[in-house]
C-alpha cells in the first residue's frame, strides 16, 4: 500500500461524502444497499483508525491488494502492517465518489462485485474493485483492491516510469 493518508481531512467533509455514497440510488436492491453500507463502513473504520471495525468487515480468508505490485495481503498479514498506523491513529482517508454494485446471478444472491472511484487528499483519484460474500453475519469483504486510474494519455510515460523503476530494482 503507499503511504498512510491523512485523517486530518474536514469530518464534515467525509460525513458528508458518507451520507450521500450511503443512500441508495432508487433502483438499488436490498443487497445493493447493504453492499453499499458495508463499504461506506470499512472507509469510515480506516478514516476514523478503527481497527476492530476495519479487519471484522473482511471475511477470515480475505484479501487485501495494495497499489504496489507485490502487495497482496491476506486477512492476518494485512493485519499486522496496519495495526501500526491504526494504533497510532494514522488511518487512511478514502471518500467514494461512485460507486457500483452488482449481485452475481447465483441461486443463494450471496456473492456481490463492486467498482468504486475514490477521491484521496494524499493521492487524489483511485479505484477500488473486489467481492463480497453474504454469510450469517452479513456482508463481507473477501477481496479488496485499490489502483490508482492513469488517464489513458497519461498512460506511455506512465508505464515507461513503472518499467524503468522496476528495471533498477533488479
Given at each position: 500500500?503507499?503511504?498512510?493518508?491523512?485523517?486530518?481531512?474536514?469530518?464534515?467533509?467525509?460525513?458528508?461524502?458518507?451520507?450521500?455514497?450511503?443512500?441508495?440510488?432508487?433502483a438499488?436492491?436490498?443487497?445493493?444497499?447493504?453492499?453499499?453500507?458495508?463499504?461506506?463502513?470499512?472507509?469510515?473504520?480506516?478514516?476514523?483508525?478503527?481497527?476492530?471495525?476495519?479487519?471484522?468487515?473482511?471475511t477470515?480468508?480475505?484479501?487485501?491488494?495494495?497499489?504496489?505490485?507485490?502487495?497482496?495481503?491476506?486477512?492476518?498479514?494485512?493485519?499486522?502492517?496496519?495495526?501500526?498506523?491504526?494504533?497510532?491513529?494514522?488511518?487512511w482517508?478514502?471518500?467514494?465518489?461512485?460507486r457500483?454494485?452488482?449481485?452475481?446471478?447465483?441461486?443463494c444472491?450471496?456473492?456481490?462485485?463492486?467498482?468504486?472511484?475514490?477521491g484521496s487528499?494524499?493521492?487524489?483519484?483511485?479505484r477500488?474493485?473486489?467481492?463480497?460474500?453474504?454469510?450469517?453475519?452479513?456482508?463481507?469483504?473477501?477481496?479488496?483492491?485499490?489502483?490508482?486510474?492513469?488517464?489513458?494519455?497519461?498512460?506511455?510515460?506512465?508505464?515507461?516510469?513503472?518499467?524503468a523503476y522496476?528495471?533498477?530494482?533488479k
Open positions: 500500500m503507499a503511504a498512510w493518508g491523512s485523517t486530518s481531512m474536514s469530518r464534515a467533509a467525509l460525513a458528508l461524502a458518507a451520507a450521500l455514497t450511503a443512500t441508495p440510488a432508487l438499488a436492491s436490498p443487497d445493493e444497499a447493504a453492499v453499499g453500507k458495508t463499504l461506506d463502513a470499512f472507509h469510515a473504520a480506516a478514516a476514523h483508525s478503527d481497527f476492530k471495525g476495519y479487519f471484522d468487515l473482511f477470515p480468508d480475505g484479501v487485501f491488494i495494495g497499489t504496489d505490485a507485490h502487495e497482496r495481503w491476506t486477512v492476518p498479514a494485512f493485519r499486522a502492517y496496519a495495526k501500526p498506523a491504526f494504533d497510532a491513529k494514522k488511518g482517508v478514502y471518500v467514494p465518489r461512485s457500483h454494485v452488482t449481485i452475481a446471478a447465483t441461486p444472491r450471496c456473492v456481490a462485485y463492486f467498482d468504486e472511484l475514490l487528499k494524499a493521492y487524489g483519484t483511485s477500488g474493485t473486489g467481492v463480497l460474500i453474504k454469510g450469517a453475519r452479513g456482508w463481507k469483504i473477501a477481496q479488496y483492491a485499490l489502483t490508482f486510474p492513469i488517464p489513458n494519455d497519461l498512460a506511455r510515460d506512465m508505464t515507461d516510469r513503472i518499467k522496476e528495471a533498477k530494482a
